[in-house]
């Protein structure tokens, strides 16, 4: 508080923190907020991303718009796919490998706990690898 009658001043309009080009689409990162971090992922229709994982970071999806088919890979190595659509939420908790397929031009909201780039551990590339279940 400026002083005893709240804030003087009105807050800035921000701009995105960053804003990163992939070969499926782009992120944008929103903002960050106390080891929470909001982005924006834009994806091209039958296009993927890496299969990855996170040993720091919660990732939380909300589709926007769109269809997403998410791989999973668990236990012994087994590929499970989840499709969501849009008004989905899903939770991928740290550790869990992942991969984002893209079914049509999608949106998803992904919010995240503790985010850095040396979190993401790749497995497959998502420019070669072909996803089986």
């Known amino acids: 508080m400026d002083n005893e ?37 834009d994806m091209k229709a039958n296009t993927q991303s890496s299969l990855e994982f ?29 499709l969501l659509e849009k008004g989905d939420v899903y939770h991928v908790p740290k550790g869990v490998m992942h991969m984002r397929m893209s079914l049509e031009d999608s949106v998803i909201i992904e919010i995240a706990s503790n985010d850095t780039d040396a979190d993401s551990h790749i497995v497959e590339d998502g420019k070669n690898y072909e996803w089986t279940e």
């Open 5 to 41: 009658y709240g804030h003087t001043d009105i807050p800035p309009i921000l701009k995105p923190l960053d804003i990163r080009e992939k070969y499926w689409g782009k992120i944008t990162s929103v903002c960050t907020l106390e080891n929470c971090t909001l982005k924006v992922i």
């Open 54 to 82: 996170h040993t720091q970071k919660d990732e939380t999806y909300y589709i926007l718009s769109g269809k997403v088919k998410l791989g999973i890979r668990y236990g012994r190595g087994q590929n499970k796919s989840v």
